[in-house]
């Protein structure tokens, strides 16, 4: 069984800080694959990195980014220099590769509200 | 262009009323997926379908039914729902290749059961 755990559900922030969101999973996959997503209150969920297990390098884009470590499970996302525009709900999410032909099932964290104040 | 299209965006039914949902992309994705979202709560998988069949039914009561007429088109109808039914319902889609099975999500239909 695969789970993912947001333990914040609700962060705020003001402008210009740093702020941090963590995502611990559970698999017994040894082949994964790692997404964070960001939902605007608009509803739609934006796609924001992938990392797979094998690759634990950090990724940096722009203001994200994201630290992945597989001895803890964990894989945690940093906004710098927070914006209004950053506030969203933020969901990560792990995925089990089915079969070629059985496409792939994404578990969702819980979610975190992050709201920033200007 | 990585844009999933759904229609409607707002949707208001009775509970003895039929309806559709429509979803529509043209990335040449052979998966497509719809999910279910409560307010505040993550999405929870309803159905995934690949190169046009269906693969997976997460358990979803008969009165959703889905649909894909063709790779780019993925229906759901709406019969007899119940007021907890109301959420926003979501698409998407990706490839089938394990290197690039990134799901892209459509802005969602909000449905509301009276």
């Known amino acids: 069984a695969q789970k993912v755990t947001q333990a914040q559900t609700e962060i705020s922030v003001v402008e210009k800080e740093d702020v941090t969101l963590d995502c611990v999973y559970e698999t017994r996959d040894t082949t994964y694959y790692l997404f964070w997503y960001k939902q605007p209150p608009s509803g739609e969920l934006v796609f924001l990195i992938r990392?797979?297990?094998?690759?634990?390098q950090n990724e940096i884009s722009g203001r994200y980014s994201w630290n992945f470590q597989k001895s803890t499970s964990s894989f945690n996302f940093t906004i710098t220099a927070s914006q209004v525009v950053d506030s969203a709900v933020y969901f990560c999410?792990?995925?089990?590769?089915?079969?070629?032909?059985?496409?792939?099932?994404?578990?969702f964290g819980g979610g975190t509200r992050l709201m920033v104040k200007p | 262009d990585t844009e999933v299209t759904q229609t409607p965006k707002h949707l208001v039914m009775g509970m003895t009323n039929k309806k559709s949902l429509k979803c529509e992309q043209h990335?040449?994705?052979?998966?497509m997926y719809w999910y279910k979202q409560k307010a505040k709560k993550p999405p929870e998988l309803m159905f995934v379908y690949s190169y046009e069949k269906l693969s997976i039914n997460e358990s979803v009561p008969s009165r959703f039914s889905p649909e894909c007429p063709n790779s780019s088109l993925l229906n759901l109808h709406l019969h007899a729902l119940q007021p907890e039914d109301s959420a926003l319902y979501l698409c998407a889609s990706s490839p089938l290749l394990v290197s690039k099975n990134i799901q892209y999500f459509g802005a969602g239909t909000r449905l509301s059961v009276l």
């Open positions: 990392r797979n297990s094998f690759d634990e």
């Open positions: 990335m040449g994705h052979r998966a």
């Open positions: 999410a792990l995925s089990a590769y089915l079969s070629i032909n059985a496409g792939n099932m994404l578990t």
